[in-house]
């Protein structure tokens, strides 16, 4: 072995930058991020090349004091932290004081900087080479501008592994829009080779910030958005969701922020994807865009070199806020809001957003169950009788079809999903409502209508456990036995009866009814998995869920069978009033609107 010596500045500076600066999106990211701490409010951004060749970056923020512009270029020098327990508590982006040493070590960069006091701007210069900062006078307003030139001009290895000059600037344009949702106050201007990209002005009220979202995310995001804002416990959650309709194929519309910081983190994204649980079409991701404020106290940021991961100090408390304000306003969408709500579009729907329907706002629910609790627990226990009916028994049946026939023109108001016209080849149904026609798919609504129905029984009776004829034992980790020990009480919520019984072993005693011939150790394991890594779990509720989905797909009106109109009326009524009828048990849509634009293009109508 070599003999130990100490790196020369350079040489770790570089080192530094492989965490730091990854591409030019890197750089853009941490200079961004600077001039938001320094309390700007407007930021001009100038690319050429993608950002390989140039990123000049102007901000009228405080500045730099002249004696302090060398010192910004060291590494581990920094305004924001004096002490150990500042990192307890940190409100800005950047905090370690490393990027401007890592960029300046693998790039031409220049710092003009004046503050409110100064007579005139003073600019510092660093090539990579010795890391020695030159310092002259300088024009400049108050405010820093950043100039950074010819990227990893020192080091050709790590040149060989950027992408096309249309790639890097994707990968940097994604930067400015993830920064630019996260500071609605600031303006940001981006042009690339001279060419104007982006304008973003402030926004001030919530009008201002769904433009700005129409323009950063699309109009169609907007359009197919709830809007919500809670609080709870210390916590605040804001933004909009995405209705489960409007899914997409990968998860490229997903950002979320911590006290205003773009995070991605498992905790955080297990709660969203269980929220979204049983209304999204299989392998399809959903859109997002959310604000998580809370003390920064209880928030770790210091915990990945890029600062993308988060540690929640209760994240237990923090997942459950956010599944159940989602899961709350998933399920309170009904049909009359999403067409109080409607920006029904003349154009055809994108091809990457599924059937079109309308978007609405969050509002209370008005839901009131028109089935009482033993009506639904009657038809959760007769599933069995249910199934053993003839096929040519119907299998829908509304308790008041005289009730649900069509008023004569000008009796009522036009309930949100109108009235039945006709049904077609004994799978849709045809309605007329106030906006044109609506398409109802019969079993997949009833599908939903009946598996809500079952749910709510489900919920209204404890979870009802059956003792194991033979006890299974489990080898598990010393962790895993201290785990199980620790969770028997959640254990017993979820009908399970799970003791200790050794160092490393676990025994089985009880088990959900529903789930009497599942694989119960892989069952045991995935559950003590997710309260070991996020303090609870939905894996026992998934699972029943399953279960009552297929009864509810069995139990629900199959195709070609005949409905009358007071019958499809019926449906259609119980439909404004379930939860999360948009969709059925496996995500899929049950019912589209085509307004009357529409039709009219079709048969080109007015023209």
Known sequence: MPRIQLLNPRLANQIAAGEVVERPASVVKELLENSLDA??????????????????????????????????????????????????????????????ASISSVARLTLTSATDTSNSGWQVSCEGREMQASLKPAPHPCGTTVEMRDLFFNTPARRKFLRTEKTEFNHLEEVVKRLALSRYDVAFHLRHNNRVVHSLPPAANQLEQERRLSRVCGPAFLENALHIETEAAGLKLWGWVALPTFSRSQAD?????????????????????????????????????????????????????TKHEVRFRDGRTVHDFIFRSLHRLLAEVRPDDQLNNARLESQSQPAEIA??????????????SRVSETEVREQLQGY??????????????????????????????????????????????????????????????????????????????AIRSQPLLVPMTLAVSEREAACAEHSSEMFGELGMRVERAGEESLVVRELPVLLANSDVEQLVRDVLSDFMEYGSSDRMLAHIDEILATMA???????????????????????????????????????????????????????
């Open 253 to 305: 519309m997903q950002h979320f922020f911590v006290n205003g910081r773009m995070i991605r983190d498992k905790l955080i994204a297990h709660a969203i994807r269980q929220a979204y649980r049983d209304v999204l079409f299989h392998g399809r991701h959903p859109a997002f865009v959310l604000y998580l404020e809370l003390d920064p106290s209880i928030v770790d940021v210091n915990v990945h070199p």
């Open 355 to 368: 059937p079109q329907q309308a978007p609405m706002s969050f509002r209370p629910s008005q839901f009131e």
């Open 553 to 607: 797909c069995h139990g629900s009106v199959r195709a070609n069978r005949r409905l009358t109109i007071p019958e499809m009326n019926a449906l259609l009524r119980d439909m404004e009033a379930t939860e999360r009828s948009g969709q059925c048990n496996h995500g899929r849509p049950t019912w589209v609107q085509v307004s009357l634009p529409e039709l009219d293009k079709w048969f080109l109508r007015g023209r």
């Open 384 to 461: 069995t009788a249910l199934q053993s009916r003839p096929a040519a028994s119907p299998a829908f049946q509304p308790s008041a079809a005289a009730d649900f026939a069509a008023p004569q023109d000008g009796e009522a108001e036009i309930p949100p999903l109108g009235y039945a016209l006709a049904q077609l080849k004994g799978v849709y149904i045809l309605a007329e409502n106030q906006h044109g026609l609506v398409l109802v798919d019969i079993h997949a609504a009833h599908e939903r209508i009946t598996y809500e129905r079952m749910k709510t029984a489900r919920d209204t009776q």
């Open 39 to 100: 309390g700007a409010t407007r930021v001009d951004l100038d690319v050429e090349a993608g950002g390989v060749k140039l990123i000049r970056i102007r901000d009228n923020g405080s500045g730099i004091d002249r004696d302090d512009l060398p010192l910004a270029m060291s590494r581990h020098a920094t305004s924001k932290i004096r002490e150990l327990e500042d990192l307890e508590k940190v409100i800005s982006l950047g905090f370690r004081g490393e990027a401007l």
